[in-house]
């Protein structure tokens, strides 16, 4: 149960990496941070104003987000975080690390050579077929790709 609530956490509008990490420090779980009232919340002093609201408001919308993560599953897409034993190592260990990765297949082993391809997600044509053709040639010569599959540039190279 507690990936679902990390799966939430990793949703809510205006929480990021450092956010998520402070909560989880804070209340010990996502699903304490899911169950703690609004005066906990404030009390943590860790969220603004408008990353509590739009946390206060997607627990409304829960079913919502349960509904997705399932969807995932059908798809063969795995959500995983820091605390999953696949989590790739070296991400685990960057500065601010995703808290969390959906995946479709294997995971690779990160010693091949990787590139990130990310960029603007409101891009030009030109952008797009940029990025398509770096991946491409990238791609024939053994690097793998990575990109966080916003729209726009990172969805374009890794078509």
């Not at 349960?66 to 605390?83: A, G, P, V």
Request: charged share 25%; proline share 3%.
């Amino acid at each position: 149960m507690e990936i679902k609530y990390r799966y939430w956490l990793c949703n809510v509008e205006g929480l990021g990496a450092v956010r998520i990490v402070k909560l989880l420090e804070y209340f010990g779980s996502a699903t304490e941070v899911f169950k703690s009232s609004e005066e906990q919340l404030k009390a943590s002093k860790i969220l603004p104003k408008k990353a509590m609201e739009c946390l206060l408001m997607s627990r409304k919308n829960f079913n919502k987000i349960e509904e997705d993560y399932h969807k995932l599953k059908e798809q063969n897409i795995r959500f995983i975080t820091t605390q999953d034993e696949e989590y790739p190592t070296k991400l685990k260990h960057i500065y601010n690390p995703p808290q969390g990765l959906y995946v479709r297949g294997n995971l690779l082993d990160l010693d091949i050579p990787t590139v990130a391809i990310v960029g603007a997600r409101n891009c030009s044509y030109y952008g797009k077929e940029t990025a398509k053709q770096a991946a491409l040639q990238l791609a024939k010569k053994g690097v793998t790709i990575i990109s966080g599959l916003a729209a726009g540039i990172d969805t374009s190279a890794h078509i």
